[in-house]
């Protein structure tokens, strides 16, 4: 599960979860979500940190990193953010 943390325009942290890696993308890529300047305090996956940033690099965060379960579990270890 994901759950994505980010400051509004009023700077009120907001909280959204998502199921799964495809709910998550395609909450990104629609018209109608977050703007980009919104800051992205963190974006958990199985409570560990792998993002903090603006919402508009967040897609492009998310296409580069490879969800294959050993793949996200060595980048999970090895990341800069944990």
Do not use: H, W
Not at 17 to 42: A, F, I, K, Q
Request: proline share 1%; hydrophobic share 40%.
């Amino acid at each position: 599960m994901f759950q994505l943390t980010y400051l509004d325009a009023y700077q009120v942290e907001r909280t959204l979860n998502y199921v799964d890696y495809d709910e998550l993308m395609l909450s990104l890529s629609g018209c109608v979500t977050l703007p980009d300047s919104y800051r992205v305090t963190s974006l958990t996956f199985q409570d560990k940190l792998i993002y903090q940033g603006f919402v508009g690099d967040l897609y492009r965060f998310l296409k580069t990193i490879d969800l294959t379960k050993d793949k996200l579990r060595f980048f999970l270890v090895f990341s800069c953010f944990c």
